[in-house]
């Protein structure tokens, strides 16, 4: 990997972290397009662990705002989806797994924009949770599903408890991973050098978090997301 490829991964990832710690999500849809078409070979186990890197440090900054009712049904659907995202990964050629990532992006992009809420009912909440499990182990875009059913809370209790899902969720994706050798020396090399762009962006989402409308941050990221899936695709196709 060239000096340059690595500055537009890096970036990459510093927007996505502070995407993540403002909003909740977002690690995923917006790194793993230009993860994508830089070295698809990084994906999904990189963007994995530097995502847990952010949960982790977003949950020790949201923990008073944190209500963890119903993550526990949650979590309960995201282990069979987790080892579901694992199998079909191993199974998926790089092509494939590139064309399901941009069209898991467009999606979450197209609910995104409608505002569909389903209600963080029990059923709902342990769909989302085997949705995500299963999404973001195979391509690293997990947040779409729990999103949709957590919109209704708002500000730090929704980062926090978004972050608390995806801290158990991405441990269990990387641990599945590794189990079917999907994780490898080059993703976590890769890891190693991208934590210091990863602490950046969640710092940056601190200063974000009190000057810049969440509303917009969510708009800018989500036409960047879409950006980035389109050129993906274009990419595969021609």
Known sequence: ?????????AFAVFLASCMQASIGFGMGMLAAPVVALVDPGLLPGTLIMTATV?????????????????????LAGRVPGTIAGALLLVVL??????????????AGVVFATLGWAPPPRRRNLAVAGAASGL???????????MALVMQGSKGAQLRGNMSAFFLVGSTLSVAVL?????VHRESA??????IPATVLGYVASRFVNRHLDAARLRR?????SCVGALMLIGQQLL
Do not use: Q, Y
């Open 178 to 182: 590794a189990a079917t050798g999907s």
């Open 135 to 145: 999404l973001g182990t195979a391509t690293s875009i997990g947040g779409p599903p």
């Open 189 to 194: 090399v890769m890891f190693l050098l991208l």
């Open 93 to 106: 050629p790089e092509r494939g797994l590139s064309l399901l990532l941009a069209a898991v992006v467009l």
């Open 54 to 74: 952010v949960t982790v440090m977003v949950v020790w900054r949201e923990r008073d705002a944190l209500d963890l009712s119903g993550t526990g049904w949650a």
């Open 1 to 9: 990997m060239s000096g340059a490829e690595f500055a537009i991964i």
């Open 220 to 224: 800018a990221s989500i036409t960047v």
